[in-house]
């Protein structure tokens, strides 16, 4: 199975970024995903998850009313759009399957 994450960079504060994770080798509509992140000299934190039809949404406090999930199953991508990013948002971002992660791609917000 793979991950592959893609549409990080550099934004400036209250830029938008979306970040795309393409899935291959498991049935990615039978699962739910999740995007994590993590900073540097941080604890990785869970940002959001979606279900595996797409129905039932999670967010972190917070990125809750900025960032949104989404998954299209008919092309095994699962998505992350990011409104309003804040220095703070400054991490490298994982796509997470059933027991698999992706290599992470890095978003840094910084004027």
């Known amino acids: 199975a793979q991950l592959v994450e893609s549409g990080g960079g550099l934004v400036q504060p209250g830029g938008s970024l979306r970040l795309s994770c393409a899935a291959s080798g498991f049935n990615f509509s039978n699962y739910a995903m999740s995007w994590y992140r993590q900073a540097p000299g941080k604890e990785r934190e869970l940002v959001a998850v979606i279900s595996s039809r797409g129905v039932s949404t999670h967010y972190a406090n917070s990125v809750k009313g900025r960032f949104t999930i989404s998954r299209d199953n008919a092309k095994n991508t699962v998505y992350l759009q990011m409104n309003s990013l804040k220095p703070e948002d400054t991490a490298k971002y994982y796509c997470?399957?059933?027991?698999?992660w992706g290599q992470g791609t890095q978003v840094t917000v910084s004027s």
């Open positions: 997470i399957g059933p027991g698999y």
